[in-house]
């Protein structure tokens, strides 16, 4: 079989199996829903209910501030108890809106019109995944409807759909795709509708055989959707290297993949748009896989956004005695997580458990120049020569070293014999220069 | 005989040279105010930018043309600046001492820490860490970046983990304000002894779960200040600096959190001192 992948990457243990059997569960609600109003990429949405307001599930908390930017909704009826500070999952406070669940509520949103997909125009498409709220569900959560609409400039060939899924652990967009295949396809369908492209190509790796014999079964015949599967090696499902290992095109530093004439969507959002189009609901709730050796119960379970991550363990039957750390996503790009009461968003691809067996905390050794590093980056960069720079703080070189081009893969910081937290050390190089920039502008 | 030829021709060459170097001496010649030299040896040739300019040889330069105040070199001492006053012939200006002041005292003994941070022990890194672990997002990480930072050697980080300036030492270089991923640094005249050390966010008395000396916007430090003064904005009490002459120490007794202080020379140093003073 030919090769689809890239050159350079890891392969990590995969640690799928906890999950990749379990089919999708959905969690019942729990007794306090926490909104914050920055949850995607863009401008944070704007507050639009007071405190004692009563909401229906689906209904708007926030609206879109801007194009670059997505409404919020009501995960569950109740009633506004508080709007206030609130832990976000990155560390920080967010303006966060609180929903006391009505318990004896049925939970059925409003009654609504569900647009009919083949008469709109591009920008009404556009406006319909906009007002539902739809963000890349593969964790970065860029608003869905900017990829709908790419510049004028350039000529859209292929639709690339994401079902690598090459982080360890993880397995929601896997189960998304073996148990609702028609709903990836049906919103490959809109996608390709509104993009006007005439090929579609879905990448799955080669260890979801399910997932690929499920996509292929229900392949709609009137389109022409590729299910391609890939190279198994972390990260796979990287936009820039799915592009590669799909199209064999590398996309240049510093642009955009629609430069090349493709535009990359993750299966989960294909899923949410299909949703929209289908029942109108817009985006309230995600497939989360909550899994790690720490974990009492591993499940893949539907999880109302804004579910506190505390609630999301306990239902899980909580964590074992030796659990040590929380991680918001998986280990290889995660971020651990330092408040339980920090909730699930949109962007929340799956919470893993680690035990203090794995969190173990080894010795930093300097670097021995063995390269090891630059063997596995995949975006060819130097993150030996860069952790240098970064240790002696001189960050405008690292700039200078197409420091932008690292996605903070977590390649390096594997495969370092010395234990040097790469990684770390370029997220915090590449905060200070945003503060430094900051600062210029100021 | 060929070492003649040698000796003439490299000779020759060197000739040559040497002439093209004189004209283009007499030439190119660009005249340098030979004070600047003199103001220049006269500084303390800390490079440390705390005037603003991009090392002492600039701020000499300026001295002399007459752009800057000496007084403006916060590094040098009095008796130094008036030297270089006198020497220039210039008024040396006002100098107002000015150090950096810490926005947080939630020390390991008062803030809640609620995640164990391991990793590189820099406060840069240990932000971009889901915000380092401490209860407060906001607050002080006590991983020392600000006391590497510093090229004078005026921060030592205390037992709670907090970073004491010592006023004498501090020149306000604003390398400590650069180096805090937390932004908590500011540069304060000495003489304004009033400072809200805090910059949670978070509203009511909610905070204390966090830390015990969060500020918790009960607004009574505004009540006691002359009006205007103090204010809470979104959630943390903020002085106005222009008013800052009315300022009195009665502002800050009320504050049930010492959130809101009356410093004494250098920040936290007095605190427990103080405690075994009223007890007496």
Sequence with gaps: MAFFGFAHGVHPPEEKGLTSGLPIRRMPYPEEIVLPLRQHAGKPAKLCVRVGDHVERGDPVGLADGYMSVPIHASAAGTISAIDLWPHPDGSYAQTVHIKVDKYAVQLPRPRLVPRWEGLTVDQV????????????????????????????????TLIINGAECEPYLTSDHRTMVEYPERVHFGCRVMMHTLGVSKAVIGVEKNKPDAIAALERTRPKDLDITILPLTVKYPQGAEKMLIHAVTGVEVPSGKLPVTVGVVVQNVGSLAAIAEVF?????????????????????????????????????????VTPDAREVINGGPMMGMAVSNLDAPVLKGTTGIVVLTSDEVRAEKIYPCIHCGRCLDACPVFLNPSWLGDLARVKRYQEMADHHLADCMLCGSCSYVCPSNIPLSQLFQASKAALRRVQTAGAA | MIILQAVLILGGTALVFAIFIAAANKKLKVWEDPRIDVVSAMLPNANCGACGLPGCRAFAEKAVAGGIQVSKCTVSNAERIGEIAHFLGVDAGQAVKVVARLQCAGGSNVAVQRAEYRGLGTCEAAAAVAGGGKGCAWGCLGLADCERACTFGAITMNPEGLPVVDVEKCTACNDCVVACPKDLFVLQQLDHQLLVQCKNLV??????????VACTTCGKCVLDAAPGLISVASGVAVIDYSKIAEAEESAVERCPTNAIVW???AQFARQPALSSAEAA
């Design chain 2, 263 to 265: 410093l004494r020379g």
């Design chain 1, 126 to 157: 556009v406006k319909a995944v906009q007002d539902a709220g739809v963000v890349g569900l593969g964790g970065a959560a860029f608003p869905t409807h900017v990829k709908l609409a790419p510049p004028k400039d350039y000529k859209v060939h």
């Design chain 2, 203 to 212: 509203q009511g008395d909610v905070v204390l779960e966090q830390c015990t």
């Design chain 1, 278 to 318: 289908d029942t109108g609901l817009p985006l309230i709730e995600r497939i989360v896989t909550v899994t790690g050796h720490g974990l009492t119960r591993p499940a893949n379970l539907i999880v109302p956004v804004g579910t506190k991550l505390k609630d999301l363990l306990a239902y899980c039957d909580g």
